[in-house]
Protein backbone atom coordinates (compact mmCIF):
# COMPACT_ATOMS: atom_id res chain seq x y z
CA UNK A 1 0.00 0.00 0.00
CA UNK A 2 3.07 2.60 -0.11
CA UNK A 3 2.16 3.19 -3.63
CA UNK A 4 -1.38 3.91 -2.95
CA UNK A 5 -1.51 8.02 -2.58
CA UNK A 6 -2.91 9.72 -0.06
CA UNK A 7 -4.98 11.89 -2.62
CA UNK A 8 -7.79 8.72 -3.76
CA UNK A 9 -8.49 7.70 0.54
CA UNK A 10 -11.08 4.95 -1.02
CA UNK A 11 -10.00 1.61 -1.58
CA UNK A 12 -12.38 -0.94 -3.40
CA UNK A 13 -13.04 -4.41 -1.53
CA UNK A 14 -10.77 -6.21 -4.14
CA UNK A 15 -8.13 -3.74 -3.82
CA UNK A 16 -8.26 -4.18 0.08
CA UNK A 17 -8.10 -7.58 0.05
CA UNK A 18 -5.23 -8.19 -2.65
CA UNK A 19 -3.40 -5.50 0.29
CA UNK A 20 -3.84 -7.86 3.24
CA UNK A 21 -1.92 -10.61 1.43
CA UNK A 22 0.51 -7.96 0.25
CA UNK A 23 0.84 -5.66 3.00
CA UNK A 24 1.66 -7.27 6.67
CA UNK A 25 1.72 -3.40 8.53
CA UNK A 26 -1.95 -2.92 6.91
CA UNK A 27 -4.06 -2.17 9.76
CA UNK A 28 -8.16 -2.59 9.53
CA UNK A 29 -9.89 -0.66 11.77
CA UNK A 30 -13.56 -1.75 12.14
CA UNK A 31 -15.52 1.15 13.23
CA UNK A 32 -18.62 -0.24 13.75
CA UNK A 33 -20.58 -1.25 16.90
CA UNK A 34 -19.60 -3.99 19.19
CA UNK A 35 -22.84 -5.99 18.46
CA UNK A 36 -22.26 -5.62 14.74
CA UNK A 37 -18.48 -6.36 14.63
CA UNK A 38 -19.92 -9.92 16.63
CA UNK A 39 -22.53 -10.56 14.60
CA UNK A 40 -19.98 -10.18 11.26
CA UNK A 41 -16.79 -8.89 10.68
CA UNK A 42 -13.39 -9.27 8.19
CA UNK A 43 -10.72 -11.69 9.73
CA UNK A 44 -8.04 -9.40 9.88
CA UNK A 45 -10.02 -6.46 11.58
CA UNK A 46 -9.66 -5.12 14.89
CA UNK A 47 -13.02 -3.04 16.47
CA UNK A 48 -12.80 0.29 17.91
CA UNK A 49 -16.58 2.08 17.75
CA UNK A 50 -16.73 5.64 16.21
CA UNK A 51 -18.10 7.06 19.34
CA UNK A 52 -14.29 5.96 21.01
CA UNK A 53 -12.07 7.01 18.31
CA UNK A 54 -11.50 10.62 19.10
CA UNK A 55 -10.07 9.84 22.85
CA UNK A 56 -8.13 6.98 21.56
CA UNK A 57 -6.86 8.97 18.39
CA UNK A 58 -3.44 9.59 20.30
CA UNK A 59 -2.25 6.49 21.59
CA UNK A 60 -3.54 5.04 17.68
CA UNK A 61 -1.38 7.46 16.34
CA UNK A 62 1.32 6.20 18.12
CA UNK A 63 0.39 2.24 17.20
CA UNK A 64 -0.51 3.10 13.59
CA UNK A 65 2.55 2.98 11.73
CA UNK A 66 1.44 1.59 8.34
CA UNK A 67 -1.23 1.70 5.89
CA UNK A 68 -5.20 1.53 7.93
CA UNK A 69 -8.24 1.09 6.24
CA UNK A 70 -11.29 2.19 8.02
CA UNK A 71 -14.69 -0.15 7.78
CA UNK A 72 -18.26 0.10 8.89
CA UNK A 73 -21.64 -1.27 7.21
CA UNK A 74 -21.61 1.00 3.86
CA UNK A 75 -18.63 3.76 4.34
CA UNK A 76 -20.56 6.40 5.97
CA UNK A 77 -18.97 6.04 9.84
CA UNK A 78 -15.80 5.17 8.57
CA UNK A 79 -15.76 8.49 6.47
CA UNK A 80 -16.57 10.13 10.11
CA UNK A 81 -13.53 8.21 11.73
CA UNK A 82 -10.74 9.03 8.67
CA UNK A 83 -11.86 12.66 9.45
CA UNK A 84 -11.02 11.94 13.27
CA UNK A 85 -7.98 10.15 12.20
CA UNK A 86 -6.40 12.84 10.27
CA UNK A 87 -6.72 15.74 13.07
CA UNK A 88 -4.86 13.23 15.12
CA UNK A 89 -2.43 13.28 12.14
CA UNK A 90 -2.61 9.67 11.48
CA UNK A 91 -1.43 8.74 7.89
CA UNK A 92 -2.25 6.69 5.10
CA UNK A 93 -5.96 6.67 5.91
CA UNK A 94 -8.45 4.52 4.03
CA UNK A 95 -12.07 4.31 3.82
CA UNK A 96 -13.33 0.67 2.34
CA UNK A 97 -15.41 1.96 -0.18
CA UNK A 98 -19.18 0.82 0.09
CA UNK A 99 -18.01 -1.04 3.31
CA UNK A 100 -18.61 -4.86 4.95
CA UNK A 101 -21.40 -4.70 2.46
CA UNK A 102 -19.43 -4.26 -1.07
CA UNK A 103 -16.93 -7.00 0.49
CA UNK A 104 -19.52 -9.39 0.99
CA UNK A 105 -20.73 -8.67 -2.21
CA UNK A 106 -17.69 -9.37 -3.69
CA UNK A 107 -17.82 -12.67 -2.14
CA UNK A 108 -15.11 -12.19 -0.01
CA UNK A 109 -14.67 -14.03 3.65
CA UNK A 110 -15.74 -12.83 6.84
CA UNK A 111 -16.43 -14.25 9.99
CA UNK A 112 -19.97 -14.64 11.33
CA UNK A 113 -20.76 -14.17 14.54
CA UNK A 114 -24.09 -15.16 16.47
CA UNK A 115 -26.50 -12.05 16.66
CA UNK A 116 -29.51 -12.61 18.65
CA UNK A 117 -33.17 -11.06 17.17
CA UNK A 118 -33.87 -7.57 17.70
CA UNK A 119 -35.83 -6.93 20.97
CA UNK A 120 -38.34 -5.86 18.95
CA UNK A 121 -38.32 -8.97 16.86
CA UNK A 122 -38.88 -10.90 20.29
CA UNK A 123 -41.39 -9.01 21.43
CA UNK A 124 -43.30 -9.54 18.20
CA UNK A 125 -42.82 -13.10 18.16
CA UNK A 126 -43.20 -14.04 21.49
CA UNK A 127 -46.67 -11.73 21.86
CA UNK A 128 -48.04 -13.48 18.59
CA UNK A 129 -47.28 -16.61 19.36
CA UNK A 130 -49.11 -16.39 22.77
CA UNK A 131 -52.27 -14.66 21.51
CA UNK A 132 -51.89 -17.74 19.08
CA UNK A 133 -51.59 -19.94 21.49
CA UNK A 134 -54.40 -18.71 23.59
CA UNK A 135 -57.23 -18.19 20.68
CA UNK A 136 -56.52 -21.85 19.77
CA UNK A 137 -56.36 -23.02 23.42
CA UNK A 138 -59.55 -20.95 24.15
CA UNK A 139 -61.29 -22.59 20.58
CA UNK A 140 -59.92 -26.26 21.10
CA UNK A 141 -59.14 -27.02 24.84
CA UNK A 142 -60.43 -25.25 27.43
CA UNK A 143 -62.64 -22.05 26.60
CA UNK A 144 -61.10 -19.58 29.93
CA UNK A 145 -57.60 -19.80 27.64
CA UNK A 146 -58.88 -17.41 25.26
CA UNK A 147 -57.88 -14.66 28.43
CA UNK A 148 -54.24 -15.20 27.81
CA UNK A 149 -55.16 -13.90 24.01
CA UNK A 150 -56.96 -10.54 26.06
CA UNK A 151 -54.26 -10.03 28.40
CA UNK A 152 -51.70 -10.07 25.56
CA UNK A 153 -53.80 -7.70 23.41
CA UNK A 154 -53.98 -5.30 26.70
CA UNK A 155 -50.23 -5.22 26.99
CA UNK A 156 -49.66 -4.42 23.71
CA UNK A 157 -52.07 -1.71 23.81
CA UNK A 158 -50.71 0.05 26.77
CA UNK A 159 -47.31 -0.51 25.41
CA UNK A 160 -48.36 1.74 22.54
CA UNK A 161 -50.39 4.19 24.49
CA UNK A 162 -47.33 4.82 27.09
CA UNK A 163 -44.66 3.88 24.52
CA UNK A 164 -42.94 1.65 26.81
CA UNK A 165 -42.79 -1.89 27.08
CA UNK A 166 -42.12 -4.38 29.92
CA UNK A 167 -41.59 -7.41 27.86
CA UNK A 168 -38.57 -5.65 26.07
CA UNK A 169 -37.42 -4.27 28.94
CA UNK A 170 -37.25 -8.03 30.64
CA UNK A 171 -36.09 -9.66 27.55
CA UNK A 172 -33.05 -6.90 27.45
CA UNK A 173 -31.89 -8.60 30.65
CA UNK A 174 -31.46 -11.62 29.20
CA UNK A 175 -27.85 -12.27 28.48
CA UNK A 176 -27.68 -12.96 24.89
CA UNK A 177 -29.62 -9.84 24.64
CA UNK A 178 -27.06 -7.78 26.14
CA UNK A 179 -24.66 -6.02 23.73
CA UNK A 180 -21.24 -6.65 23.75
CA UNK A 181 -18.58 -4.09 24.77
CA UNK A 182 -15.74 -3.02 23.28
CA UNK A 183 -12.72 -2.14 25.79
CA UNK A 184 -10.27 0.51 24.19
CA UNK A 185 -7.89 -1.02 26.55
CA UNK A 186 -8.04 -4.41 24.82
CA UNK A 187 -8.04 -3.30 21.81
CA UNK A 188 -4.75 -1.51 21.89
CA UNK A 189 -3.46 -4.79 23.49
CA UNK A 190 -4.20 -6.73 20.52
CA UNK A 191 -2.59 -3.93 18.01
CA UNK A 192 0.56 -4.07 20.41
CA UNK A 193 0.40 -7.78 20.04
CA UNK A 194 -0.15 -7.59 16.47
CA UNK A 195 3.55 -5.69 15.74
Not at 48 to 75: F, K, M, W, Y
Not at 141 to 158: D, N, Q, S
Not at 162 to 172: E, K
Request: aromatic share 4%; charged share 15%.
Amino acid sequence: MTDMTPVSPLLSARALAQELQRDARLTVLDVRTPAEYAAEHIAQSFNIPLDQLAANAATLHELLQGPTVLVCRSGARASQAALILSEADIPQVHVLEGGLTSWTAAGLPVIRGHAPWPIERQVRGIAGGMVLLGALGGLFIWKPLTAVAALVGTGLTISAITDSCLMAQMLGKLPFNRAPTCSSEQLIAQLQAAR
